[in-house]
């Protein structure tokens, strides 16, 4: 069991803190003099709890003004199966799911070897924009490249892509469970494209996941390549060193790992 360090537990005690107070997005925070009075540390101590709130995304740090409660992360669990449209929703946001392009591809040689599948086999393409809702404006979260053996789900275009979840319709629509994730997550910069979508700068850093799903059959049921704007995500991972990574990814490192 790993022992947490004074500003770890003070960390989490402002977790609860939070809660407590039920403290909202834009909310001002008590500085750091107070919170050393109040919790009886020193402010450095309070200065580095902030620091672990602020690499976590739970508050922001504004210029000369002080810090605030941040916004709400889309959380993956690299360790968990889970839909976009279910993290949104577990988190209580509005989300949207642009369907940029639909095609049949084939395998080529790259494809074919995060996928394990022979070169020509037909694939569905599926380009997509995941938005969460921040006020009255909607925001560009990720851009989502979905490949599904065609085998697998036969005139997936009819079914709507943008109002349902595609694992919704690969259940229900073809009896086909995702069941085990393979994933990589590594950091990346932003080209024109990802940045006009994204609405951020070009070279931007953003974080990259990709992954391979597999049924309860253990057939391949997606590869799932994902760029995604780092201030609107964050990782959980029970193992230690995958998760001092992905806060080396929030602070923007350019670091690339495996899971």
């Given amino acids: 069991m790993k022992l947490l360090n004074k500003d770890e537990f003070l960390a989490n005690e402002l977790k609860f803190y939070f809660i407590q107070e039920k403290l909202k997005e834009g909310d001002k925070l008590p500085s750091e003099r107070e919170l050393a009075e109040k919790y009886g540390v020193q402010r450095v101590t309070v200065r580095s709890a902030y620091q672990i709130l602020e690499e976590e995304g739970i508050i922001e740090?504004?210029?000369?003004s002080g810090r605030y409660m941040g916004h709400g992360r889309i959380r993956t669990d690299l360790c968990q199966i889970q839909s976009f449209s279910e993290k949104a929703q577990d988190l209580g946001m509005d989300k949207e799911n642009k369907l940029l392009a639909f095609e049949l591809v084939e395998v080529d040689k790259r494809l074919s070897k995060k996928m394990k599948l022979p070169i020509g086999t037909v694939l569905n393409k599926i380009t997509r924009v995941r938005s969460v809702r921040r006020g009255n404006?909607?925001?560009p979260v990720a851009?989502?490249?979905?490949?599904?053996?065609?085998e697998m789900a036969g005139k997936l275009m009819k079914y709507d892509l943008e109002e349902r979840s595609l694992f919704q319709i690969l259940s229900e629509e073809y009896g086909r469970v995702p069941?085990?994730?393979e994933q990589v997550v590594e950091?990346?910069?932003a080209d024109e494209f990802e940045a006009k979508t994204l609405q951020v700068d070009q070279r931007t850093t953003l974080v990259m996941k990709e992954g391979i799903t597999y049924d309860d059959q253990g057939n391949i049921l997606q590869f799932l390549h994902t760029v995604m704007n780092k201030d609107w995500v964050a990782f959980e991972q029970g193992n230690d060193?995958?998760?001092?990574k992905m806060e080396q990814a929030a602070r923007g490192f350019a670091e690339c790992m495996e899971v």
């Fill in 61 to 64: 740090n504004r210029t000369r």
């Fill in 179 to 181: 069941k085990r994730e």
């Fill in 187 to 189: 950091i990346v910069y």
């Fill in 143 to 150: 851009i989502e490249y979905a490949y599904i053996p065609e």
């Fill in 137 to 139: 404006e909607m925001f």
């Fill in 241 to 244: 060193r995958i998760q001092k």
